[in-house]
């Protein structure tokens, strides 16, 4: 069946490299996407990318795409306390949005 | 512009009572949705709507009613409220489907608790 898988937790330093994975099921996705989500409020999409590119780059986030292992990433580039939130890995799947659980990123100073 | 916007933000239901969570947008948007949140599991859809008069039921319809008379409203009902109810309840709107690209344009939730 349709499922994302993310890890439910990340904690990295402040300064450092972030690296939130996911993984997903239907391979005729064209479309997955990263959206954020800060406390009490609702989510923000912070990225995508179309399934015929491998990279996708905006600033301090890099995504990577894997089509043959189904696995997608979010890089965040010298991770800052406002990063803070909980990042949504989504694929499309049938005309609908598929979403991971969330990975809860957790600054430590 | 203020985008998508739910109300309330909060409320305590006790078991079997009604309730209608609010959901305006002003952004023209002929799509929207209705997800629940709930702790360690991803969003779930509960209904949409691809324009006005016309609803769908998504993955997780039941003990939930919609209507969408008008582009800019989509009111969830819920008619005899249950625990397992008790979720975190958001309302999102886009341009498109939303699979080609065009973001979800999120409220910031409505906190639902049933007792």
């Known amino acids: 069946g349709e499922d994302v898988e993310q890890s439910l937790f990340l904690s990295v330093r402040e300064g450092d490299s972030s690296v939130i994975n996911c993984t997903y099921t239907d391979s005729s996705s064209t479309y997955l996407y990263w959206y954020k989500q800060e406390p009490g409020a609702g989510l923000q999409l912070l990225t995508y990318?179309?399934?015929n590119m491998d990279m996708k780059q905006d600033q301090r986030l890099t995504v990577l795409l894997n089509k043959k292992d189904k696995h997608l990433s979010l890089r965040i580039a010298d991770t800052q306390t406002g990063d803070s939130a909980i990042y949504f890995c989504?694929?499309?799947?049938?005309?609908?949005?598929?979403w991971g659980a969330g990975t809860k990123l957790i600054i430590k100073p | 512009n203020a985008g998508v916007t739910q109300t309330p933000k909060f409320r305590i239901l006790k078991i079997g009572q009604s309730m209608t969570l609010q959901c305006t947008q002003d952004?023209?948007?002929?799509?929207m949705y209705w997800y629940r949140q709930d702790p360690g599991m991803g969003l779930k859809l509960i209904y949409y709507?691809?324009?006005?008069?016309?609803?769908d039921k998504g993955e997780v319809p039941n003990g939930y009613n919609v209507s969408r008379s008008t582009t800019e409203d989509f009111p969830l009902r819920l008619e005899l409220a249950a625990p397992s109810q008790t979720s975190v309840y958001f309302c999102a709107s886009s341009y498109s489907i939303g699979t080609e690209g065009s973001p979800l344009h999120f409220g910031n939730g409505t906190r639902l608790t049933v007792t």
């Open positions: 990318i179309f399934s």
């Open positions: 709507s691809v324009g006005a008069g016309i609803t």
């Open positions: 952004m023209n948007h002929n799509y």
């Open positions: 989504a694929e499309n799947s049938n005309y609908q949005l598929i």
